[in-house]
C-alpha cells in the first residue's frame, strides 16, 4: 500500500511556495514557479475558489497571473492587496473579482483554457488516480483582474538576493519584510514611504511577525536569535532552554514565529515559536514548539513535535490551533493552548511542505468548512496544494488545560 496521503486539492505546473486565502472572498491565493533560470518552469500566481459539494472540498481555477522571471516565495494578505516577496524586491498587486456572464464552452481537449477561465478541479480519488486534469467550464466564471500598484527593494544583499518574510500590521497601516542581508525593513502603507529599518540578524531573516498592535516586532534569524524589538530598538533576545539544561546554546536554531490571539480571553496574546536542530544527525534530535505570554514574553510551555525537521508553521484566526510543515513533507494540526497533537499525516507530500494556512474565520469560509472543526490547507515543491480536515468529532480530544 502506499503512504497515506490528504486529499489533492490543486496542483499547479509549477513548485509552490505560498498560499493564503482571502477572508472575505474565500479565494485561495497560491504562488511559487521555477524563478529566473530557463528550465521552462514558468512563475505565477493562481487564484482558486473553494467549494464543499457533497461534503468534500474541490478547487476551481479562476484565474492565473504570471510573474515573469520573478518566482513568488512569500507572501501576505491587507485586503485586496497583495505583498509578494520576489528575489530583491516586495511586489505588490491589487486583485478585483466581478462576475461576467459567459457563453458555455466545452473544454479544450489537453484541459488548457483561458487565463481568466474557470477551471474545476476535483479532489483524487481513494486510489490516487485522476485528480482534476480536465477543465470544466462555468456559465457564470468569476472574472479576476490583477494589477501591480507598486514595488520596493527589501533586500539588499550583494549576492542572491531574497526576500524571505512579509508582513502587514493588523490595522494595514505598516509593512513590514526580512531578508537574507538580515534587514527588517517597515514601511508605511500604501505610500511605501520607508518609516525605518534596521539590521536584526547577523545572518538571514528566517521569519518576522508584528503583534496585533503594532508595538512589537518579532524576528528569527539563522544566527540562533529569536528577537523581539519596539520600533527599531531591541527590546528583549528571547530564550526559550533556559530551563532545560541538557540543550546547548547552538543545538537548535529558531525557524518560525507567530503572534495569536487566545480564544475567550480578549485581552491575552501568545507567541509561538519553533525550534529546528542545527546539525542533521543520523539520529535526529526532536524539534520543539514553545508558546509565550505575548506581552511579557516569558516561556509558557515548551514540548517536542516530533523528529522530523520544521519547515512552516501557522495559526488560525482564533488562536486555537496551530500547523505546521516538515521538510519531509508531513503536515501536522496542533492544539494551541496544550501544545497536543490532534493531526498528522507522514510525508503526505513527499517532499519540502512550504506554506500552511487556516482557513478564516468569516462568513464566505463557513460555508465551505462543513463538518469541521478546523480545515486547512497545505502547498509543496510537488507543486500540489492539500485540504487537512479535522472532523468535528474530534472535539471528544480538545481537553483544555490552563498554562
Not at 473553494?50 to 494578505?77: F, N, P, Q, Y
Not at 509561538?272 to 520543539?288: A, E, N, S
Request: charged share 25%; aromatic share 8%.
Amino acid at each position: 500500500m502506499g503512504k497515506r496521503r490528504a486529499p489533492e486539492l490543486y496542483r499547479a505546473p509549477f513548485p509552490l511556495y505560498t498560499v493564503r486565502i482571502e477572508p472575505r472572498t474565500g479565494l485561495i491565493i497560491t504562488a511559487g514557479g521555477g524563478g529566473a533560470s530557463k528550465t521552462g518552469i514558468k512563475n505565477g500566481m493562481h487564484f482558486l475558489s473553494l467549494d464543499l459539494v457533497g461534503g468534500v472540498h474541490s478547487a476551481t481555477l479562476l484565474h492565473t497571473h504570471e510573474t515573469d522571471t520573478r518566482a513568488t516565495m512569500c507572501m501576505c494578505l491587507g485586503g485586496d492587496v497583495i505583498a509578494a516577496g520576489q528575489d530583491a524586491n516586495c511586489t505588490l498587486m491589487r486583485f478585483s473579482q466581478h462576475t461576467a456572464k459567459q457563453e458555455k464552452k466545452p473544454a479544450a481537449k489537453d484541459g488548457a483554457g483561458d487565463k481568466g477561465a474557470a477551471r474545476k478541479r476535483g479532489r483524487r480519488g481513494q486510489n490516487g488516480e485522476g485528480g482534476g486534469d480536465v477543465a470544466q467550464m462555468k456559465e457564470d466564471s468569476p472574472q479576476l483582474v490583477v494589477e501591480d500598484v507598486g514595488a520596493v527593494q527589501a533586500d539588499l544583499s550583494p549576492q542572491d538576493p531574497c526576500v524571505k518574510c512579509v508582513r502587514f500590521s493588523g490595522d494595514l497601516t505598516l509593512l513590514l519584510s526580512g531578508g537574507a542581508d538580515g534587514y527588517v525593513r517597515v514601511w508605511e502603507f500604501p505610500s511605501l514611504k520607508e518609516k525605518f529599518s534596521f539590521r536584526a540578524h547577523r545572518d538571514e531573516l528566517e521569519d518576522i511577525d508584528i503583534s496585533p498592535d503594532s508595538k512589537h516586532i518579532v524576528t528569527v534569524g539563522r544566527d540562533f536569535e529569536c528577537s523581539v524589538w519596539s520600533g527599531d530598538q531591541l527590546a528583549v533576545g528571547l530564550c526559550w532552554h533556559e530551563n532545560m539544561p541538557q540543550i546547548t546554546e547552538k543545538m537548535y536554531r529558531y525557524k518560525s514565529c507567530r503572534f495569536a490571539r487566545v480564544e475567550d480571553q480578549k485581552d491575552a496574546l501568545r507567541l509561538y515559536t519553533v525550534q529546528i536542530p542545527h546539525k542533521r544527525d543520523r539520529k535526529p534530535p526532536p524539534c520543539y514548539i514553545t508558546k509565550w505570554d505575548g506581552q511579557a514574553f516569558l516561556p509558557l510551555l515548551t514540548k517536542p513535535c516530533g523528529n522530523e525537521v520544521i519547515s512552516c508553521l501557522s495559526v488560525s484566526d482564533s488562536g486555537t490551533f496551530l500547523g505546521l510543515g516538515t521538510v519531509t513533507g508531513s503536515v501536522a494540526i496542533y492544539i494551541a493552548f496544550s501544545l497536543q497533537k490532534l493531526y498528522y499525516i507522514q510525508e503526505s507530500h513527499g517532499i519540502v511542505v512550504t506554506d500552511v494556512t487556516f482557513l478564516p474565520d468569516s462568513p464566505k469560509s463557513a460555508a465551505v468548512k462543513g463538518n469541521n472543526e478546523v480545515v486547512m490547507l497545505s502547498v509543496a515543491v510537488d507543486s500540489r496544494c492539500q485540504v487537512h480536515a479535522v472532523s468535528n468529532r474530534s472535539k471528544v480530544h480538545l481537553v483544555k488545560f490552563t498554562f
